[in-house]
């Protein structure tokens, strides 16, 4: 069984960082690209960073770019989001999720990612 657990999140004063981790299990660490995704408030849900199964690609979304830094460790079969810089607008509950198979025109498309952790929530105070 595909499992996946955020952890890392919590309440932190604009300008600041947090580390966000995803912990996989179930799945070969090769074979799967890991996107981070995230639900404000009223909002849909959005793509913000993912990485290739083989960890030499990824992508951002433009409003985290420069601030947002994704990595993953397939030996520890985790893949990290540091954020920077972060900004009240980057209150959300944020998601991993894994996708088998994903090519890199997919990478930014949540239809390619079928595995789903619980969610971590942040929240960045003005």
């Known amino acids: 069984e595909v499992q996946l657990v955020e952890s890392g999140g919590g309440l932190v004063q604009a300008g600041g960082s947090l580390r966000l981790s995803c912990a996989a299990s179930g799945i070969t660490h090769a074979d799967y690209a890991i996107g981070w995704f995230r639900q404000a408030p009223g909002k849909e849900r959005e793509s913000i960073s993912c990485v290739s199964n083989n960890g030499r690609h990824s992508y951002y979304t433009n409003s985290v770019k420069g601030r947002f830094t994704i990595s993953r460790d397939s030996a520890k079969n985790t893949v990290d989001l540091q954020m920077n810089s972060l900004k009240p607008e980057d209150t959300a509950i944020y998601y991993c999720?894994?996708?088998?198979?994903?090519?890199?025109?997919?990478?930014?498309?949540?239809?390619?990612?079928?595995?789903w952790g619980q969610g971590t929530e942040v929240t960045v105070s003005s």
């Open positions: 999720a894994a996708g088998r198979g994903v090519i890199l025109s997919q990478l930014r498309r949540q239809e390619a990612f079928g595995s």
